[in-house]
């Protein structure tokens, strides 16, 4: 990032001629243009960070053979790693409220950097679990406050500055199993330290996000936000409670994706390894691409209609999946990613305009419950696939989805608005 960018950025309403921006929002406002350079480095530190935490998935099988591991012990490694994150992400979230923390991001990676070089060399399943434990330390500094910048730089735009900053995060899942298919299966467990540098490069580049952070006149001046609609705290916590209940759906189902995906396409398909990971991460792509499409949509017609389309309209998808060819199983995943991939932007939009002035305790709160979910997930899955099959496991996920059906019970707090503004 350019620093002459950064104190423009910073320094109130940007000037009419700053090229390739729009035009400053009113003043009387405290509003502030949205800052792609900061949204742009934030989603590409976000890319880094969940590269990183792929490769631990896509590493999976070559860990069942080096350790001997069953699949139960597979997704303890899954809990281990995303329950320390979910744990720590909430209170990270309701103390950076109070007392914002600029220069932890780079902090949290260097967590992330030391489970990445102790896993290279460990050398028995506890060590494991202790990395693991490692790289959810990092993750949970780095989500509740790299959301929170996001949407410190989003000039109003929250929906398209939360897509943007997630879908980094989307695209480095996508990118682990093949940096993984390439570069680890081949050379082996030793070579997972090859990829500090790229938590090193994303260590660099929170610092330079911290230095925004710091100057921004959010951390000089205390501003209350107002919600679009006021309701109750009964209906706050009902619409909330919805909102954790779809949350668990997505993310339940995504945990059989991201953790047996690969063991399925090889014990249903005979498909080697490699290509097994190609087809996880053709999954992951498509979660990347339709990442960005649930936020701008929902500025423009409204959150809650983009969680109906993606948590409900997704089933009929998922049901079909475990009776598929490879050809048809193919197809229907990169549906299912695209589609299931855009609720979580306008799920956490629309928990954060329920709670105003609460962005690092809702993103800590839906970041880490989504994390606990998926290791809860895994774990569970990994014992229901030990006891029955892989195919069963995705027979039984295949319904979760029609959870969905709880959006009509949440309230319209920004429909109408969203219209007038499109």
């Known amino acids: 990032m350019e620093t002459s960018l950064d104190k423009r950025a910073v320094s109130g309403a940007a000037p009419a001629s700053a090229q390739g921006t729009q035009s400053a ?20 530190s976000h890319l880094l960070n969940d590269m990183i935490q792929s490769l631990i998935l896509a590493i999976y099988p070559m860990l069942k053979d080096n350790f001997a591991l069953s699949f139960t012990q597979i997704g303890l490694i899954t809990l281990t790693y995303q329950i320390t994150a979910s744990m720590l992400q909430p209170l990270v979230g309701v103390y950076t409220d109070k007392k914002p923390m600029p220069y932890s991001l780079p902090v949290g990676m260097g967590f992330t950097l030391c489970g990445l070089l102790l896993m290279s060399v460990a050398p ?32 109003g735009k929250h929906g398209l500055a939360q897509s943007l900053f997630q879908v980094g995060g989307n695209a480095g899942s996508s990118l682990g199993p093949l940096l993984a298919a390439a570069i680890i299966i081949p050379h082996g ?3 997972i330290a090859w990829f500090s540098v790229a938590a090193l490069v994303a260590i660099v580049v929170l610092t330079q996000i911290g230095r925004w952070y710091k100057a921004h006149p959010n951390l000089k001046k205390k ?43 090889i014990d249903r398909f005979h498909l080697p390894v490699q290509a097994a990971q190609v087809h996880l991460f053709v999954f992951l792509a498509a979660v990347a691409a339709g990442t960005i499409i649930g ?21 009929p998808f998922t049901m079909l999946l475990p009776y598929a060819n490879l050809f048809w199983t193919s197809v229907l995943t990169i549906i299912i990613g ?19 002035g609460k962005v690092g305790m809702v993103a800590g709160l839906f970041f880490g419950f989504a994390f606990g979910l998926g290791g809860i997930g895994a774990a569970v899955l990994g014992q229901l696939a030990d ?7 995705y027979k039984v996920c295949s319904f979760l989805p029609l959870i969905g059906i709880l959006t009509v019970f949440l309230p319209d707090v920004e429909g109408k608005r969203a219209k007038k503004t499109a």
């Open 387 to 393: 006891a029955t099959s892989i195919t069963f496991v």
């Open 25 to 44: 929002m009113p003043a009387a406002s405290g509003a502030q243009r949205t800052v792609y350079s900061v949204l742009g480095a934030i989603s590409f």
């Open 124 to 155: 028995s399943f506890g060590v494991l679990l202790v990395a693991a434990a490692l790289v959810g330390c990092g993750s949970s500094v780095f989500h509740p406050e790299s959301s929170r910048v996001a949407r410190m730089a989003s000039g």
């Open 295 to 315: 936020g701008p949509v929902g500025d423009r017609i409204g959150r809650k209609y983009v969680i109906w389309g993606s948590i409900l309209g997704v089933a």
């Open 189 to 191: 467990q030793r070579s």
């Open 223 to 265: 501003r209350a936000e107002a919600p679009a609609v006021a309701l109750s705290r009964g209906r706050v916590a009902m619409a909330i409670s919805i909102l954790v209940l779809l949350v668990f759906s997505k993310y339940f189902y995504l945990a059989s994706i991201n953790s047996y995906f690969t063991f399925y396409l």
């Open 338 to 356: 695209v589609v299931l991939a855009s609720a979580f932007s306008a799920i956490l939009v629309y928990a954060q305009e329920l709670i105003p």
